[in-house]
């Protein structure tokens, strides 16, 4: 595999591969995810793929849901693959969140740090105008970020209110501009307004925020990694073949990390061990073209 995808019958072999992508990202339905693809059209990871595959210059990755006065494992790993991915192909991203995890990662990433708590609107507004002034992004893409409820607050999967320690990454979502990819596990996350009508089985207290391509997934973690292999396969580049699992977990836990769901500083995600995470990338990869060395 060593040329650019461009012939109908490889859009009918993409097609169809976005399809076995997004089934798996939900096989083990964790929290409700696969009952919640019904009401997305088939095909999502391509489009969100392609978006990525075009670019070239600045990308803004939003991340970092707050657990415990820190912030979990279930977000970071993704982001942080999708960071290494663009770098490989020459575009230039950013993660942009709010502490601690934006100071615990500044060191080894270009970070923009956003304000946590309970910041007026306009203040908001205003920096999110900033951020996309100062970066004129061609992609934003949120993974497993707070999203805003009904009433303009932030609530984690118990339903309790996590205000106080959220950052705000939704106006930079409603004023980019440009595309939107938002990844998520739960229905609390930016994006998941997209399929609000899907939400109302679950027993939380839902997200409303839209974007333009919404991905399930049974750990958010890994619909990051989904949408790095499949622009892996768009541009003939093994993009998951360094990628370390355990490494970027133990990174993160010596940062003060904890699983979202334990609230225990474990090489955990979501309550899965290291080992699944490293099965969901062993599959992408086959699925992708790309077998293990």
Not at 14 to 33: F, H, P, T, W, Y
Not at 84 to 108: H, K, M, Q, T, Y
Not at 131 to 151: F, N
Not at 207 to 222: G, P
Request: net charge negative; proline share 3%.
């Amino acid at each position: 595999m060593t040329t650019q995808k461009t012939t109908s019958e490889s859009v009918l072999e993409a097609i169809k591969l976005s399809a076995q992508i997004e089934d798996l990202l939900v096989s083990c339905n964790l929290r409700g995810m696969k009952t919640v693809q019904a009401s997305l059209r088939k095909g999502y990871c391509l489009r969100a793929a392609m978006m990525m595959h075009e670019c070239d210059g600045h990308v803004l990755i939003g991340t970092g849901f707050p657990v415990a006065d820190t912030f979990e494992t279930d977000g970071p790993v993704g982001a942080i693959s999708l960071y290494w991915a663009f770098e490989a192909v020459g575009a230039r991203p950013i993660i942009v969140c709010g502490d601690p995890l934006a100071s615990a990662i500044a060191e080894e990433f270009t970070v923009e740090k956003l304000p946590i708590g309970d910041v007026f609107i306009s203040d908001r507004m205003a920096q999110a105008a900033r951020i996309l002034e100062k970066y004129q992004p061609q992609l934003v893409i949120s993974i497993e970020r707070p999203g805003q409820a009904e009433d303009a607050s932030y609530y984690n999967m118990r339903g309790e209110s996590i205000v106080v320690n959220s950052a705000s990454f939704d106006e930079i979502i409603y004023e980019a501009g440009c595309p939107t990819i938002a990844i998520g596990d739960g229905g609390n996350e930016i994006g998941m307004g997209n399929v609000r009508p899907a939400l109302r089985g679950l027993d939380i207290k839902p997200a409303v925020t839209r974007c333009n391509e919404l991905i399930v997934a049974d750990v958010s973690n890994w619909g990051g990694h989904a949408l790095v292999a499949m622009m892996g396969w768009l541009s003939g580049k093994d993009l998951l073949a360094d990628f370390d699992n355990r490494d970027v977990l133990s990174y993160l836990s010596e940062r003060g990390s904890v699983d979202g769901v334990t609230r225990e500083n474990t090489l955990t995600e979501d309550g899965l061990s290291v080992e699944y995470g490293d099965k969901m990338l062993h599959a992408l990869r086959n699925l992708t073209g790309f077998k293990d060395k």
